[in-house]
């Protein structure tokens, strides 16, 4: 069974940073693109950042590019998501996934975590 299983997630103020994991099982972790996605209150689930499984090329929101960064540790089987410069904005339900195709769109993934918390306060 393929698991992922998000952790990091916190209470921070704005301007401050958390780092994001999501390690996987039951899967073949560098065959596959992961990626981030996050929902708020009341919002659909969005694209956050994404990395490919070939030569590790990122891709990230307009929103978050500069203030977030993506990577992977295969030997680990685990993505990571380091977060700066928070803000208020950036509050939400973080999940990790992971898909056969590169992952820019909810639609796209195969497998979801179950999330991890970020609350940034003012």
């Known amino acids: 069974q393929v698991q992922l299983v998000e952790s990091g997630g916190g209470l921070v103020q704005a301007g401050g940073s958390l780092r994001l994991s999501c390690a996987a099982s039951g899967l073949t972790f560098s065959m596959y693109a992961m990626g981030w996605f996050r929902q708020a209150p009341g919002k659909e689930r969005e694209f956050v950042a994404a990395?490919?499984?070939?030569?590790?090329?990122?891709s990230y929101a307009a929103s978050v590019k500069g203030r977030f960064t993506i990577s992977r540790d295969n030997a680990k089987n685990t993505v990571y998501l380091q977060m700066n410069s928070l803000k208020p904005e950036d509050t939400a339900v973080y999940y990790c996934a992971a898909g056969s195709r590169p992952l820019i769109a909810t639609t796209l993934a195969d497998y979801w975590g179950q999330g991890t918390q970020v609350t940034v306060s003012s």
């Open positions: 990395i490919r499984r070939s030569i590790g090329s990122t």
